[in-house]
């Protein structure tokens, strides 16, 4: 296997990580790799299901791992911005004002069923995502490193939601479906869950900095010009023409590009190859588009439509 140059050790950890949240996640390969990609490349993500399919579990499951500071938010349609962000209150003491640090201010954000709240209370978000910071009663305050959100996101048909828009869309690295689990996933599920919690019996297995080295290692892992091109074909597939109403942004081509980064080192490699990028590209990049409704119907999946992209633009080699 080869490894990161310059500090192989800071990802031999990884395997163990995977096993890890695979304790508690069962029969779930595939989100579970893309939810430690998206940590390894510091980006966030949205987790897409209904009700009780793993999503709280997997975004837990992920924190203890790596002995990180977790937070909740169980958003709804009466939360505010100040119950997210934190708040300056009075100090009768010292007669002076006290900044109070909301939620936001941990290593692991669970935004749960982010699309219950009001849009200026998803917009509380925003800096924070993009900027690792907030700004709160004219000052600005950095926030912990790593920091992720992982939201939740009950599908929209479902009473009482608001849809998020493309501006948040846009600032979230992957899109995570859960899928229901298989017959012996979820006969695991039923008897893990009858002996108790599996969460409280969830070891670290890496700590703060061992995460931090882990992620400038990524960094590190070459992509080759050739693929940062194949990266810019894919994104250009979705401007200009007739197919979609909202193409992808540059920050889109950049989430892909540090994804692949995160891919290749949980392979084992220091370098970047087509099948990174192809692997990743519909969760990265299918939330962000919005297609044309076909003959006045409605807009087709974006799945399926960037599916189609990487079937039709030519792999380099």
């Known amino acids: 296997m080869t490894t990161v140059a310059g500090n192989p050790a800071a990802l031999a950890k990884l395997p163990r990580l995977l096993e890890n949240v695979e304790r508690v996640v069962f029969g779930k390969p595939e989100p579970v790799m893309l939810a430690i990609v998206g940590l390894l490349a510091e980006g ?36 505010l911005p100040s119950d997210v962000l934190g708040v300056a209150v009075h100090d009768a003491s010292s007669g002076e004002f006290v ?3 909301g ?25 924070a995502m993009d900027e690792r910071r907030v700004s709160i009663e004219g000052r600005t305050r950095d926030l912990p490193r790593p920091f992720l959100v992982i939201a939740t996101q009950n599908p929209l048909e479902f009473e009482g939601t608001y849809p998020l828009p493309e501006s948040q869309l846009d600032r979230f690295l992957l899109r995570i479906e859960m899928g229901y689990p298989d017959r012996d996933a979820e006969r695991r599920v039923i008897l893990a869950q009858a002996h108790g919690d599996p969460l409280a019996e969830l070891q670290p297995v890496m700590d703060r900095a061992e995460l931090q080295a882990a992620i400038a290692a990524v960094r590190a892992v070459r992509v080759d010009t050739a693929l940062v091109d194949y ?87």
């Open 103 to 127: 939620p936001i201010f941990g290593n692991v954000i669970l935004a749960d069923e982010l699309n219950r709240t009001t849009p200026r209370t998803q917009s509380a978000l925003l800096e």
């Open 231 to 317: 990266v810019l074909d894919l994104v250009a597939q979705t401007r200009g023409g007739d197919r979609f109403l909202l193409g992808l942004s540059p920050r889109a081509g950049i989430g892909l590009y540090r994804a692949a980064q995160a891919m290749a080192a949980l392979a084992g490699r220091d370098y970047c190859v087509p099948d990174d990028v192809k692997q990743l590209a519909v969760a990265v990049f299918a939330h962000r588009v919005i297609p044309r409704p076909v003959h006045g119907g409605a807009p087709a999946d974006g799945r399926r439509m960037i599916a189609d992209i990487l079937e039709t633009v030519p792999v380099p080699s």
């Open 99 to 101: 900044f109070k640090p």
């Open 44 to 79: 966030h993500i949205l987790l897409e299901d209904a009700p009780g399919t793993g999503k709280t579990t997997l975004a837990r499951a992920l924190a203890r791992s790596v002995e990180l500071t977790f937070r909740r938010v169980q958003f709804t349609s009466d939360l």
